[in-house]
């Protein structure tokens, strides 16, 4: 039976790099994209996650579980609070962007680098990872560099650009034990991080697409 996944956007730079993955890990699921680009634009006015905003973000993914679902995958890093709610209000099996690469971060170590472009999303996704480590009873460690002028790059279409940014922040982190690529978006710059430094790199395209079909197949 073909499963259906639908794949929930707030930015269109975060499309390309989750099809991607699709395409080389799970090519049999069918996709659906639902994206609405104001909710990365509205949430970049302001350093807190608002009510309006966390209830456009549910309402969204309500649509999106409507369409036989089989599974809720969300691409941006940025509305943490608002993904608690969809989880609490859907029976199909709902992925945060990140989880699946913090569950792979801590297990390579205690020491763990992250290198972001999406201000507004990183206290989130702090706040996500902490969970994540008191889950697996880990002590580590987690220091966060935020790339400036590297996503309005993106935006603009300028993609060498936003990797040789990340490529070249990527040095202050050599010391970590694994460095992760905070966003869907950063996956790009994948090959100029590690060519930076000596540890594992992970994004989170393909630990993404894994862990949903683990979760849909169990």
């Known amino acids: 039976m073909i499963q259906r996944i639908v794949l929930l956007h707030a930015t269109p730079v975060a499309v390309e790099p989750i099809q991607d993955a699709f395409r080389r890990l799970w090519p049999e699921a069918e ?20 009510q309006e905003l966390t209830d456009r973000f549910v309402r969204l993914g309500q649509y999106g579980a409507a369409m036989e679902t089989d599974g809720l995958l969300i691409t941006c890093s940025a509305f943490g609070p608002a993904i608690d709610v969809l989880e609490s209000a859907l029976t199909i099996p709902v992925l945060r962007p990140n989880e699946a690469m913090f ?77 992760m690529l905070a966003h869907f978006s950063t996956s790009r710059a994948r090959a100029a ?6 540890v594992p790199v992970l994004a989170a395209p393909d630990a993404a697409v894994l862990r949903m079909r683990a979760l849909v197949n169990a």
């Not at 935020?146 to 603009?156: G, H, K, N, S």
């Not at 936003?162 to 040095?171: D, I, K, M, P, T």
């Not at 991080?193 to 000596?198: C, H, K, L």
């Open 193 to 198: 991080v590690e060519a930076a430094v000596n």
């Open 31 to 50: 996709i659906v994209n639902l994206l609405d680009d104001g909710l990365t634009i509205d949430r970049n006015k302001s350093t807190e996650l608002s």
């Open 103 to 179: 569950r792979a971060a801590l297990e390579n170590g205690k020491r763990i680098g992250m290198l972001a472009t999406f201000a507004p999303a990183v206290v989130t996704m702090e706040a996500e990872f902490a969970t994540f480590r008191s889950y697996a009873g880990s002590d580590a460690v987690l220091e966060t560099i935020i790339v400036p002028d590297a996503i309005e790059a993106l935006r603009r279409g300028d993609a060498e650009t936003h990797n040789r940014l990340v490529g070249e922040y990527a040095s202050q982190l050599k010391h970590c034990d694994v460095i």
